[in-house]
């Protein structure tokens, strides 16, 4: 046993690596947050510095804690990432993690094992033992935010495929030669039902659509597209109703691909699940072929934490059968 | 232990029901066909009759096989079917087996165990054992005949989902809104990717492209397209490279969607391997995400008998691993 990896310890610390935040929490066993840290990446400062301020949130978090109570670190960061090796293969919102060993850095760095997840993953495993998830073998759960994320339970397990990289949904084609997507290819879900592409298409048309309150001139978001349906704007319904339709196709897509229980939506737009819900089951209904359609779309209900809280979890679930708790 | 149950037993029957044909085979647990038996598919004579056609070839390849030398039957069968209940809920091109219950019917009537999986699934899983898989944990089978199906192998399981529906492979949309498919839903990568499709596309642009041998007013098959690209056909091989983009377009979202270290391209379609590896390869070198890039595109192994062995292999699966020979 390492220095500092305690087999049946009741508390795990979750680190989220995010283009925006890094955050981390102390959870225990039963998935419950005790504590929290969050601090504004320095995504341009280098990998050297973004070290400093995981250390500094996980320091923060575990603060007073018997490191034999402590199980261990999950660092939940976006993909592509290595999860056997521990390995950063690249994140685009931060600069100079290129095939960068975050695992060993930070578990050199802490004198605590480190396991690293990709962030989908990390939150469907979150979702699976605490939150919407509980009780099924078989879900996916899709982050609809600036991009498209995900992680798929299959079987009652994890589904990791080679260097754990299965489930980047947000990068299968909906539309072929269509629009260029942030990883280079074209016509990607996450390039159509992005927050991002969304904001995109309401700053396009409000410039030529009549009475909208998305007037032109303002930079419009995801959340002001949502907040102006919601006021009854014609355009902005339009926009949503268009958003719900594409996550549907997504989502039939998904249900072919993985044949889940449940899909659970998270991220930002998972605040917005009412206004999104009716059209997306919509569609569904009749573009699933018919064995498929009675799977359940959810919200997630860990919110903003399914990644973090998962992270943290795989911690517990790196302890031996045998000398489990 | 069921009357002619057999643990340990060396022997098993493969059934696969097709469209076109019923086949039979009996395997070794190395997967080695030592006998077969194969008749036309009366698709439109209704259950009972193909109830009969599955027990006469499964019978012919039994012939002579003391009951302690079988482990089992297994069929294939395609979906999308219940493999957890044994229950078929659809044939589109078999009439009269919608929610029918096949594995308890040929249990009773062959009185030896049958176990049922979706055909995609079984031939994975005979290509994983015994074919252009052997050796590795994650895998996806893309089979790719009159439609587009598959199967997945994934962390060294086969991926079963819901039902064990999961890998419906060739209903996830390439083109939103696009080309109606044979399951109702518009744009699967099916509709566009199928032998089918392939020979649709040939046929109506053989009309008004001056000197093909795909002449106006003959039948074009997937088959002959093939040939007429060999003999350098121009129309051809503008539809032999737009194909392998088509193919290539799928793969990589599968290589995204489950991180498989090797697709392996079975089907009709898998003949002419080497004319479509050029395209589908460069698609997936300019359009894959870079971490993805490096999985192996290799032809099926045991061709038009994946479905078959992989049927038959899941017998000695079912075998209970602490009686396992």
């Known amino acids: 046993v390492s220095a500092g990896q305690q087999h049946g ?38 990998p050297d510095i973004v070290i400093e301020q995981l250390c500094a949130v996980a320091g923060e978090v575990g603060e007073g804690i018997d490191r034999s109570q402590l199980a261990g670190i999950g660092v939940a960061a976006p993909g592509p990432l290595d999860s056997e090796t521990g390995v950063v293969l690249g994140i685009p919102t931060i600069a100079g993690f290129v095939d960068f060993p975050l695992a060993e850095r930070l578990t050199s760095r802490l004198a605590t094992p480190v396991t690293l997840e990709n962030d989908g993953i990390a939150a469907a495993l979150g979702e699976w033992r605490f939150g919407a ?14 991009g498209i994320g995900g992680g798929i339970i299959s079987d009652g397990r994890v589904l990791r495929g ?52 998305l007037a032109d001139g303002r930079i419009v978001d995801a959340r002001g597209v949502f907040d102006a349906e919601r006021l009854g704007d014609r355009l902005a319904r339009e926009l949503v109703a268009e958003e719900a339709s594409i996550l549907g196709v997504g989502i039939v897509s998904l249900l072919h691909l993985y044949s889940p229980e449940v899909v659970i939506l998270g991220g930002g737009l998972a605040h917005a699940f009412d206004a999104l819900y009716p059209g997306i089951a919509s569609h569904v209904a009749e573009a699933a072929m018919p064995a498929f359609r009675d799977a359940a779309i959810v919200r997630a209900a860990l919110t903003g934490n399914s990644g973090l809280i998962g ?13 489990r708790a």
């Open 9 to 46: 310890a009741p508390l795990a610390i979750g680190i989220d690596l995010g283009g925006s935040q890094v955050r981390a929490a102390l959870i225990d066993r039963a998935g419950k947050v005790l504590k929290r840290s969050a601090v504004a990446t320095e995504a341009a400062a280098g």
């Open 133 to 146: 998830g509980q009780g099924h073998k078989h879900l996916v759960y899709v982050t609809v935010s600036t």
């Open 162 to 213: 080679r260097k754990g990289m299965a489930g980047h949904i947000g990068h299968m084609t909906i539309v072929r030669d269509g629009a260029l997507c942030a990883c280079g290819n074209r016509g990607c879900w996450e390039a159509y039902g992005s927050g991002t592409a969304l904001a995109q298409r309401a700053q396009a048309r409000s410039k030529t659509a009549p009475g909208t309150v």
């Open 311 to 323: 992270a943290a979890s795989m911690v517990f679930d790196a302890v031996p059968a045998t000398t």
